[in-house]
């Protein structure tokens, strides 16, 4: 007696990208979408913010900006 089994797709593990790829990519295009939408003509020209080896800001208490920058949204 014979016991046939349902045949497996054959799949190219090359072409798949991960899950992880795939919210990247989402999140690129989004961010780039808002980017498209901002007219950096209208923005003020100040200086960049400063930032530590962490990428946390390094900012003094007595900058102008200090108290917008450490609200919590």
Do not use: C
């Not at 992880?20 to 923005?43: G, H, N, P, W, Y």
């Not at 003020?44 to 450490?70: A, C, E, T």
């Amino acid at each position: 007696m014979t016991i046939s089994t349902p045949s497996r797709r054959s799949v190219n593990h090359s072409t798949l990208r991960s899950a992880r790829k795939v919210r990247e990519d989402a999140e690129a295009r989004k961010l780039s979408a808002i980017s498209k939408t901002i007219d950096v003509t209208k923005l003020k020209n100040q200086d960049p913010l400063q930032v530590d080896k962490f990428g946390r800001v390094n900012i003094s208490p007595d900058h102008p900006n200090y108290k917008f920058w450490m609200e919590d949204e």
